[in-house]
């Protein structure tokens, strides 16, 4: 279990991308995606805690509206409001991807292309610019927690992508919450990720003790 909260761990440091001079491009790419929304989820503390994380996601179970595991013998309920207010989310905009403008799209299409053409929704990400090779990694091993191979980009991600970029209003906290309800639905055999995340919540609750961080 270790490893595979590990193989979906991703974190930014943010203050140190923004820094970035001698690529604009990348530079641009981690501008939107800060202005996004998603400072606060993609560069929280690294708090791995793997025992707890293990019997979270073992006993988790959806309940109403809310994810609820047991920790330590005791219940630990993850409520959409505290996990948007833990990542300061937005909470207003669109949560299905296939929102996204047909107009946009066919722009991002050639913005993303790393030869200036038009280039598929779907497809090897070798076609695009190198900024938008690692923003479709960083969406598919941090936020869609994809297994396998990043070297394809799904119509999904290249929505995304495109949301993020022109800066059309998402959201984050439906469309993560939503991943984190995936992950926990036995019945869809999903990658387990928000390793980090899930960590800085359950740090933050008072009622249960954590143990040893995962170096």
């Known amino acids: 279990m270790a490893s595979a909260f590990i193989t979906h ?5 943010f203050e140190s991308v923004l820094m970035i001079h001698d690529h604009e491009g990348m530079l641009n790419m981690f501008k939107a995606l800060e202005a996004s929304g998603l400072r606060r989820f ?4 690294s708090v791995l805690y793997e025992k707890e994380l293990g019997h979270f996601f073992d006993t988790a179970l959806i309940q109403g509206e809310d994810v609820t595991g047991v920790i330590s013998g005791k219940f630990v309920s993850i409520l959409p409001t505290l996990f948007a207010k833990v990542f300061d989310l937005p909470t ?15 722009d991002a299409r050639s913005l ?3 030869e200036g053409v038009q280039i598929d929704v779907h497809g090897k ?9 690692l ?3 960083i969406l598919a091993k941090a936020l869609t927690v994809k297994a396998g191979s990043f070297d394809s980009v799904t119509v999904e991600r290249f929505q995304m992508m495109t949301a993020i970029q022109y800066g059309l209003k998402v959201n ?9 309800n995936d992950m926990v ?11 980090a995340q899930i960590g800085v919540i359950l740090k933050g609750m008072p009622t249960i003790t954590m143990g040893n961080v995962l170096e």
Request: with cysteine; hydrophobic share 35%; net charge positive.
């Open 42 to 45: 993609l560069g929280c503390e």
């Open 185 to 195: 639905d036995k019945s869809q055999r999903k990658a387990k990720g928000f390793a």
């Open 9 to 13: 761990f991703y974190q930014i440091n």
């Open 135 to 137: 923003l479709n990694d």
């Open 172 to 180: 984050w906290s439906k469309v993560l919450f939503n991943v984190l």
């Open 125 to 133: 990400k070798k076609y695009m610019k190198h900024e938008f090779r």
């Open 112 to 114: 993303f292309s790393k």
């Open 92 to 106: 207003e905009g669109i949560a299905n991807f296939s929102e996204v403008p047909k107009d946009t799209l066919y």
